[in-house]
Protein backbone atom coordinates (compact mmCIF):
# COMPACT_ATOMS: atom_id res chain seq x y z
CA UNK A 1 0.00 0.00 0.00
CA UNK A 2 2.72 2.23 0.87
CA UNK A 3 4.02 1.97 -2.94
CA UNK A 4 0.46 2.91 -4.31
CA UNK A 5 0.62 5.90 -1.56
CA UNK A 6 3.89 6.96 -3.36
CA UNK A 7 2.30 6.49 -7.17
CA UNK A 8 -0.38 8.73 -5.93
CA UNK A 9 2.19 11.30 -4.91
CA UNK A 10 3.77 11.23 -7.75
CA UNK A 11 0.97 13.13 -9.24
CA UNK A 12 1.38 15.82 -6.99
CA UNK A 13 4.05 17.87 -10.00
CA UNK A 14 1.56 16.97 -12.53
CA UNK A 15 -1.35 19.14 -11.69
CA UNK A 16 0.79 21.65 -9.85
CA UNK A 17 -0.41 20.13 -6.25
CA UNK A 18 1.64 19.57 -2.76
CA UNK A 19 -2.07 16.88 -1.56
CA UNK A 20 -4.61 15.03 -2.51
CA UNK A 21 -7.90 14.07 -1.41
CA UNK A 22 -9.64 10.23 -2.60
CA UNK A 23 -13.51 10.43 -2.32
CA UNK A 24 -14.19 7.29 -4.38
CA UNK A 25 -14.32 4.37 -2.36
CA UNK A 26 -12.76 2.03 -4.79
CA UNK A 27 -9.73 3.86 -5.73
CA UNK A 28 -9.78 4.68 -1.17
CA UNK A 29 -9.73 0.84 -1.34
CA UNK A 30 -6.88 0.53 -3.91
CA UNK A 31 -5.02 3.00 -1.95
CA UNK A 32 -5.26 1.92 1.76
CA UNK A 33 -7.40 -1.20 1.76
CA UNK A 34 -10.82 0.19 3.30
CA UNK A 35 -13.26 -1.52 1.90
CA UNK A 36 -16.33 0.23 4.05
CA UNK A 37 -18.70 2.57 3.00
CA UNK A 38 -17.86 6.21 4.33
CA UNK A 39 -14.55 7.51 4.25
CA UNK A 40 -11.88 10.16 2.69
CA UNK A 41 -8.32 9.64 2.10
CA UNK A 42 -5.79 12.98 2.70
CA UNK A 43 -2.25 12.05 0.84
CA UNK A 44 0.46 14.59 1.68
CA UNK A 45 3.96 14.60 0.09
CA UNK A 46 5.47 12.80 4.10
CA UNK A 47 2.28 11.56 5.28
CA UNK A 48 -1.20 10.02 4.78
CA UNK A 49 -4.77 10.17 6.71
CA UNK A 50 -7.99 8.23 6.35
CA UNK A 51 -11.08 9.70 8.58
CA UNK A 52 -14.01 7.14 8.62
CA UNK A 53 -16.85 7.30 10.95
CA UNK A 54 -17.28 5.40 14.15
CA UNK A 55 -18.94 2.29 12.87
CA UNK A 56 -15.87 1.91 11.41
CA UNK A 57 -13.20 1.85 14.07
CA UNK A 58 -12.78 -2.16 14.19
CA UNK A 59 -12.85 -2.52 10.76
CA UNK A 60 -10.42 0.43 9.26
CA UNK A 61 -8.00 -0.82 12.20
CA UNK A 62 -7.95 -4.19 10.48
CA UNK A 63 -7.63 -2.94 7.12
CA UNK A 64 -6.37 0.87 6.59
CA UNK A 65 -2.72 0.38 5.78
CA UNK A 66 0.07 3.31 5.12
CA UNK A 67 -2.52 5.66 6.60
CA UNK A 68 -2.93 7.32 9.86
CA UNK A 69 -7.33 6.27 10.84
CA UNK A 70 -8.92 9.03 12.26
CA UNK A 71 -12.44 8.07 13.44
CA UNK A 72 -14.92 11.16 12.91
CA UNK A 73 -17.31 12.02 15.64
CA UNK A 74 -19.32 14.89 13.13
CA UNK A 75 -18.91 15.34 9.22
CA UNK A 76 -15.93 13.70 7.95
CA UNK A 77 -14.63 17.28 5.93
CA UNK A 78 -15.03 19.23 9.15
CA UNK A 79 -13.39 16.67 11.12
CA UNK A 80 -10.60 16.75 8.58
CA UNK A 81 -10.34 20.61 8.96
CA UNK A 82 -10.94 21.36 12.49
CA UNK A 83 -7.71 18.47 12.44
CA UNK A 84 -5.93 19.93 10.17
CA UNK A 85 -5.06 16.97 8.36
CA UNK A 86 -4.38 19.05 4.76
CA UNK A 87 -1.17 20.26 6.75
CA UNK A 88 0.50 23.33 4.69
CA UNK A 89 -0.87 21.95 1.68
CA UNK A 90 -1.66 24.78 -0.66
CA UNK A 91 -2.89 23.21 -4.12
CA UNK A 92 -5.45 20.15 -3.68
CA UNK A 93 -5.92 17.57 -6.26
CA UNK A 94 -9.87 16.65 -5.91
CA UNK A 95 -11.49 13.88 -8.06
CA UNK A 96 -14.16 15.74 -10.41
CA UNK A 97 -15.15 12.51 -11.84
CA UNK A 98 -16.50 11.19 -8.01
CA UNK A 99 -17.42 14.70 -6.03
CA UNK A 100 -20.66 16.24 -6.13
CA UNK A 101 -20.95 19.52 -6.15
CA UNK A 102 -22.19 19.82 -2.71
CA UNK A 103 -19.29 18.03 -1.33
CA UNK A 104 -17.14 19.96 -3.36
CA UNK A 105 -18.72 23.01 -1.53
CA UNK A 106 -18.17 21.85 1.62
CA UNK A 107 -14.51 21.31 0.91
CA UNK A 108 -14.34 24.67 -0.40
CA UNK A 109 -16.02 25.77 2.70
CA UNK A 110 -14.43 24.10 5.46
CA UNK A 111 -10.51 24.50 4.34
CA UNK A 112 -11.16 28.30 3.25
CA UNK A 113 -8.05 29.72 1.43
CA UNK A 114 -6.59 27.01 -0.41
CA UNK A 115 -6.38 26.21 -4.34
CA UNK A 116 -8.44 22.96 -5.70
CA UNK A 117 -7.36 21.27 -8.44
CA UNK A 118 -10.51 19.12 -10.17
CA UNK A 119 -9.10 15.67 -12.17
CA UNK A 120 -11.25 13.42 -13.78
CA UNK A 121 -9.97 9.58 -13.95
CA UNK A 122 -7.12 10.99 -11.46
CA UNK A 123 -5.95 6.99 -10.77
CA UNK A 124 -7.40 5.47 -13.66
CA UNK A 125 -3.95 4.23 -15.27
CA UNK A 126 -2.70 2.96 -11.83
CA UNK A 127 -5.66 1.21 -10.84
CA UNK A 128 -5.80 -0.32 -14.40
CA UNK A 129 -2.10 -2.59 -13.81
CA UNK A 130 -2.94 -5.14 -11.74
CA UNK A 131 -0.82 -7.09 -9.36
CA UNK A 132 -0.22 -10.81 -9.34
CA UNK A 133 -2.70 -10.71 -6.15
CA UNK A 134 -5.34 -9.09 -7.93
CA UNK A 135 -5.22 -10.93 -11.04
CA UNK A 136 -5.56 -14.36 -8.79
CA UNK A 137 -8.87 -12.57 -7.00
CA UNK A 138 -9.92 -12.09 -10.51
CA UNK A 139 -9.32 -15.90 -11.84
CA UNK A 140 -10.62 -16.65 -8.81
CA UNK A 141 -13.89 -14.80 -9.44
CA UNK A 142 -14.19 -16.06 -12.84
CA UNK A 143 -13.74 -19.48 -11.02
CA UNK A 144 -16.69 -19.43 -9.58
CA UNK A 145 -18.71 -17.74 -12.66
CA UNK A 146 -17.32 -20.66 -15.01
CA UNK A 147 -18.56 -23.12 -12.23
CA UNK A 148 -22.30 -21.28 -12.23
CA UNK A 149 -22.39 -21.35 -16.08
CA UNK A 150 -22.09 -25.26 -16.03
CA UNK A 151 -24.42 -25.23 -13.33
CA UNK A 152 -27.11 -23.83 -14.81
CA UNK A 153 -27.14 -25.19 -18.20
CA UNK A 154 -29.33 -28.05 -16.28
CA UNK A 155 -31.37 -25.12 -15.13
CA UNK A 156 -32.41 -24.02 -19.01
CA UNK A 157 -35.41 -25.16 -19.91
CA UNK A 158 -38.51 -24.24 -22.16
CA UNK A 159 -41.55 -22.49 -19.76
CA UNK A 160 -38.70 -21.26 -17.33
CA UNK A 161 -38.85 -17.30 -16.66
CA UNK A 162 -35.88 -15.03 -17.32
CA UNK A 163 -36.17 -13.70 -14.09
CA UNK A 164 -36.29 -17.61 -12.96
CA UNK A 165 -32.65 -18.39 -14.45
CA UNK A 166 -31.38 -14.80 -13.36
CA UNK A 167 -32.09 -16.01 -9.64
CA UNK A 168 -30.82 -19.12 -10.16
CA UNK A 169 -27.90 -17.58 -11.32
CA UNK A 170 -27.37 -14.89 -8.52
CA UNK A 171 -28.39 -18.02 -5.88
CA UNK A 172 -25.35 -20.20 -7.06
CA UNK A 173 -22.77 -17.32 -6.88
CA UNK A 174 -23.44 -16.53 -3.50
CA UNK A 175 -23.65 -20.31 -2.17
CA UNK A 176 -20.51 -20.66 -3.77
CA UNK A 177 -18.87 -17.43 -1.80
CA UNK A 178 -19.04 -14.49 -4.09
CA UNK A 179 -19.32 -11.56 -1.50
CA UNK A 180 -22.17 -10.08 -4.15
CA UNK A 181 -22.95 -10.08 -8.33
CA UNK A 182 -20.92 -7.36 -9.73
CA UNK A 183 -24.18 -6.39 -11.35
CA UNK A 184 -27.10 -7.13 -12.41
CA UNK A 185 -27.48 -10.41 -14.37
CA UNK A 186 -28.42 -10.78 -18.06
CA UNK A 187 -30.83 -13.10 -18.82
CA UNK A 188 -32.21 -11.75 -22.64
CA UNK A 189 -34.34 -14.59 -24.58
CA UNK A 190 -35.70 -14.58 -28.50
CA UNK A 191 -36.26 -11.11 -28.87
CA UNK A 192 -35.19 -9.94 -25.73
CA UNK A 193 -31.42 -10.84 -27.06
CA UNK A 194 -31.74 -7.66 -29.46
CA UNK A 195 -31.13 -5.65 -26.59
CA UNK A 196 -27.52 -5.61 -25.30
CA UNK A 197 -28.63 -4.45 -21.55
CA UNK A 198 -31.88 -6.23 -20.83
CA UNK A 199 -33.10 -6.44 -18.23
CA UNK A 200 -34.46 -10.17 -17.14
CA UNK A 201 -38.42 -10.26 -18.08
CA UNK A 202 -40.88 -12.56 -17.15
CA UNK A 203 -40.91 -14.03 -20.17
CA UNK A 204 -40.82 -17.60 -20.40
CA UNK A 205 -38.13 -19.28 -22.27
CA UNK A 206 -39.14 -21.11 -25.79
CA UNK A 207 -37.73 -23.91 -28.25
CA UNK A 208 -35.51 -22.06 -30.54
CA UNK A 209 -34.49 -19.16 -28.68
CA UNK A 210 -31.13 -18.22 -28.36
CA UNK A 211 -30.19 -17.01 -25.06
CA UNK A 212 -28.10 -14.82 -23.75
CA UNK A 213 -26.52 -15.29 -20.26
CA UNK A 214 -24.16 -12.02 -19.01
CA UNK A 215 -23.05 -12.22 -15.69
CA UNK A 216 -20.20 -11.85 -13.09
CA UNK A 217 -19.49 -11.36 -9.44
CA UNK A 218 -17.32 -10.03 -6.57
CA UNK A 219 -14.20 -12.59 -4.54
CA UNK A 220 -12.02 -10.17 -2.50
CA UNK A 221 -13.50 -7.34 -3.93
CA UNK A 222 -12.37 -7.90 -7.39
CA UNK A 223 -15.14 -8.83 -10.07
CA UNK A 224 -16.00 -11.55 -12.85
CA UNK A 225 -17.85 -10.80 -16.17
CA UNK A 226 -18.48 -13.31 -18.80
CA UNK A 227 -20.90 -13.33 -21.54
CA UNK A 228 -22.23 -16.97 -23.38
CA UNK A 229 -25.03 -17.66 -25.60
CA UNK A 230 -26.87 -20.36 -25.88
CA UNK A 231 -29.96 -22.01 -27.85
CA UNK A 232 -33.06 -24.10 -26.92
CA UNK A 233 -33.65 -26.90 -29.36
CA UNK A 234 -32.23 -25.59 -32.91
CA UNK A 235 -32.48 -21.78 -33.98
CA UNK A 236 -33.34 -20.65 -36.84
CA UNK A 237 -30.22 -20.83 -39.73
CA UNK A 238 -29.68 -16.80 -39.79
CA UNK A 239 -29.48 -17.07 -35.93
CA UNK A 240 -26.92 -20.16 -36.49
CA UNK A 241 -24.86 -17.87 -38.92
CA UNK A 242 -24.60 -14.68 -36.64
CA UNK A 243 -23.39 -17.00 -33.88
CA UNK A 244 -20.38 -18.12 -35.90
CA UNK A 245 -19.41 -14.60 -36.96
CA UNK A 246 -19.70 -13.54 -33.44
CA UNK A 247 -17.45 -16.36 -32.43
CA UNK A 248 -14.85 -15.47 -35.44
CA UNK A 249 -14.64 -11.73 -34.67
CA UNK A 250 -14.34 -12.79 -30.94
CA UNK A 251 -11.49 -15.64 -31.51
CA UNK A 252 -9.80 -12.91 -33.59
CA UNK A 253 -9.78 -10.05 -31.57
CA UNK A 254 -8.48 -12.29 -28.51
CA UNK A 255 -5.79 -13.83 -30.70
CA UNK A 256 -4.74 -10.24 -31.63
CA UNK A 257 -5.19 -8.23 -28.04
CA UNK A 258 -1.74 -7.46 -26.13
CA UNK A 259 0.02 -4.08 -24.58
CA UNK A 260 0.28 -1.38 -26.64
CA UNK A 261 -2.27 -1.83 -29.42
CA UNK A 262 -5.21 0.76 -28.92
CA UNK A 263 -8.17 0.45 -27.64
CA UNK A 264 -9.14 1.30 -31.46
CA UNK A 265 -7.01 -0.96 -33.08
CA UNK A 266 -8.35 -4.43 -30.96
CA UNK A 267 -11.98 -2.94 -31.56
CA UNK A 268 -11.71 -2.71 -35.19
CA UNK A 269 -10.62 -6.32 -35.29
CA UNK A 270 -13.48 -7.74 -34.01
CA UNK A 271 -16.23 -4.63 -35.82
CA UNK A 272 -14.06 -5.02 -38.88
CA UNK A 273 -14.67 -9.24 -39.20
CA UNK A 274 -18.77 -8.36 -38.23
CA UNK A 275 -18.93 -5.71 -40.84
CA UNK A 276 -17.01 -7.94 -43.54
CA UNK A 277 -20.02 -10.15 -43.19
CA UNK A 278 -22.90 -7.94 -43.31
CA UNK A 279 -23.71 -6.95 -39.79
CA UNK A 280 -22.05 -3.82 -38.69
CA UNK A 281 -24.54 -1.74 -38.37
CA UNK A 282 -26.08 -4.38 -35.74
CA UNK A 283 -22.89 -4.34 -33.73
CA UNK A 284 -23.67 -1.80 -31.42
CA UNK A 285 -21.66 -1.55 -28.16
CA UNK A 286 -17.73 -1.37 -27.51
CA UNK A 287 -15.83 -4.38 -27.78
CA UNK A 288 -14.46 -4.18 -24.46
CA UNK A 289 -14.06 -2.42 -20.92
CA UNK A 290 -11.51 -2.54 -18.35
CA UNK A 291 -12.39 -4.92 -14.87
CA UNK A 292 -11.13 -4.53 -11.65
CA UNK A 293 -12.44 -3.40 -8.28
CA UNK A 294 -15.36 -1.97 -10.31
CA UNK A 295 -16.71 -3.94 -13.58
CA UNK A 296 -16.04 -1.08 -15.24
CA UNK A 297 -13.05 0.54 -15.69
CA UNK A 298 -10.29 1.99 -17.90
CA UNK A 299 -9.13 1.65 -20.20
CA UNK A 300 -12.33 1.21 -22.65
CA UNK A 301 -12.03 -0.79 -25.50
CA UNK A 302 -13.22 1.56 -28.32
CA UNK A 303 -13.54 2.47 -31.74
CA UNK A 304 -13.71 6.18 -29.87
CA UNK A 305 -10.40 5.84 -28.00
CA UNK A 306 -6.62 5.99 -29.07
CA UNK A 307 -5.62 5.26 -25.84
CA UNK A 308 -2.78 2.45 -25.60
CA UNK A 309 -3.94 -0.59 -23.72
CA UNK A 310 -1.54 -1.03 -20.70
CA UNK A 311 0.30 -4.69 -20.19
CA UNK A 312 -0.99 -5.95 -16.93
CA UNK A 313 -4.62 -5.05 -17.55
CA UNK A 314 -7.83 -6.92 -17.41
CA UNK A 315 -10.32 -5.67 -19.89
CA UNK A 316 -12.90 -8.08 -21.55
CA UNK A 317 -13.73 -9.12 -25.25
CA UNK A 318 -16.99 -9.10 -26.17
CA UNK A 319 -18.52 -8.87 -29.34
CA UNK A 320 -22.34 -9.07 -30.21
CA UNK A 321 -24.87 -9.02 -33.11
CA UNK A 322 -28.64 -7.49 -32.27
CA UNK A 323 -31.20 -7.82 -34.77
CA UNK A 324 -34.28 -5.59 -33.47
CA UNK A 325 -37.36 -7.76 -32.76
CA UNK A 326 -35.27 -10.84 -33.78
CA UNK A 327 -32.36 -12.44 -31.66
CA UNK A 328 -29.01 -11.41 -30.17
CA UNK A 329 -25.61 -13.21 -30.35
CA UNK A 330 -22.65 -11.88 -27.44
CA UNK A 331 -19.44 -13.88 -26.40
CA UNK A 332 -17.77 -12.42 -24.13
CA UNK A 333 -13.93 -13.21 -21.68
CA UNK A 334 -11.97 -11.06 -19.65
CA UNK A 335 -8.37 -11.27 -20.62
CA UNK A 336 -4.96 -10.39 -19.04
CA UNK A 337 -2.93 -8.94 -21.69
CA UNK A 338 0.66 -9.18 -21.94
CA UNK A 339 3.25 -7.38 -23.66
CA UNK A 340 2.83 -9.69 -27.14
CA UNK A 341 -1.04 -11.99 -26.59
CA UNK A 342 -3.37 -12.00 -24.13
CA UNK A 343 -4.66 -14.42 -21.68
CA UNK A 344 -7.89 -15.36 -21.39
CA UNK A 345 -9.03 -15.79 -17.94
CA UNK A 346 -12.40 -17.46 -19.07
CA UNK A 347 -12.91 -20.97 -19.13
CA UNK A 348 -16.36 -21.72 -20.00
CA UNK A 349 -16.92 -23.30 -23.61
CA UNK A 350 -17.79 -21.05 -26.66
CA UNK A 351 -18.99 -23.48 -29.47
CA UNK A 352 -22.78 -22.98 -28.90
CA UNK A 353 -24.40 -25.53 -26.62
CA UNK A 354 -27.39 -26.47 -27.46
CA UNK A 355 -29.99 -27.49 -25.15
Known sequence: MLERLDSIRSLFSEHGATAAVLTFLPDIRWACGFTGSNG???????????????????????????????????????????????????????????????????????????????????????????????????????????????????????????????????????????????????????????????????????????????????????????????????????ALRVYEVVLDAHLRALDAAHAGMSGKALDAVARDRIAEQGFGSYFTHSLGHGVGLQIHEWPSVSFRTEDPLPAGAVITIEPGVYLPGRFGVRIEDMALLGPTSAESLTHSPKQLIRL
Not at 154 to 176: D, K, N, T
Not at 201 to 230: H, I, K, N, Q, W
Open 40 to 238: LLFVLPDAAHFVTDGRYTEQAGREVTGATTHIAPRSLIDFASGEGLLGSATRVIVQSDHLTLDGFDQLQEAFNGLEWAPVAGLLQKLVAVKTAGEVDAMRRAQAVTDAVFEDILAFIAPGISEQELAAEIVYQHLRRGASAMSFEPIVASGPNGALPHARPTDRRLEVGDLVVLDFGCFVDGYASDMTRTVALGTPEPE
